[in-house]
């Protein structure tokens, strides 16, 4: 199985930074695209930023020029770096990651989240 675990989740006051961590872990063979969600109870779970393989992004728009995605490949890795904190970036962010198993079954997997909060 491919498990995914975060950290780095804080509070954190407005104008600060926090920088999230995931790592894949598992019976992986190669992991494809990663990316971070968020969700705020009673609203849709809404992607903030992915990154391909191949180091590709895309940034929703209410985050770009303040947060920043990377991988480790090496390490199965994916990291959020998040600067500039409004409250409205307050939520619960989920990590995804599209990954192939050692039998060659491709799923996405989801982390259990991890909080930011930010006061203002």
């Known amino acids: 199985q491919v498990q995914l675990v975060e950290s780095g989740g804080g509070l954190v006051q407005a104008g600060g930074s926090l920088r999230l961590t995931c790592a894949a872990s598992g019976n992986i063979f190669r992991v494809n695209a990663m990316g971070w969600y968020r969700q705020v109870p009673g609203k849709q779970r809404e992607l903030v930023a992915a990154i391909t393989s191949a180091g590709n992004t895309n940034y929703a728009d209410s985050v770009k020029d303040r947060f920043t995605i990377s991988r480790d490949n090496a390490k199965n890795t994916v990291y959020l770096q998040m600067n500039s904190l409004k409250p409205e970036d307050a939520a619960v962010y989920y990590c995804?990651?599209?990954?192939?198993?050692?039998?060659?079954?491709?799923?996405?997997?989801w982390g259990q989240g991890t909080q930011v909060t930010v006061s203002s």
């Open positions: 995804n990651a599209d990954a192939t198993n050692l039998v060659g079954i491709r799923n996405v997997y």
